[in-house]
């Protein structure tokens, strides 16, 4: 079996409603992308503005290079605080 040369792992909640500050409580850790639907995002390179289409948490995992699936889902896993 060929062996992958990298891997990037996130785990990512996407949704209308979705509230990414709830998310972050809930989970007890800020995630690595948080935005709510309506949130304006500014291109930097064209100053445009755009509108978020729904709201989105996700949490990513150091990227890894040869892959490692495994590890980088430990990463994110570990990063909960479990209750």
């Known amino acids: ?28 850790i800020e995630g690595t992308t948080m935005y709510a639907k309506g949130d304006v995002r500014v291109i930097k390179r064209t100053g445009r503005e755009i509108q978020r289409k729904s709201g989105h948490w996700s949490l990513v995992a150091s990227e890894c ?19």
Do not use: W, Y
Not at 65 to 83: A, C, M, N, W, Y
């Open 65 to 83: 290079e040869p892959e490692d699936i495994d590890g980088q889902v430990k990463e994110i896993l570990s990063q909960f605080r479990v209750t």
């Open 1 to 28: 079996m060929a062996q992958v040369s990298r891997s990037k792992a996130s785990l990512r909640l996407i949704g209308d409603t979705l509230n990414p500050k709830e998310i972050s409580a809930l989970f007890g």
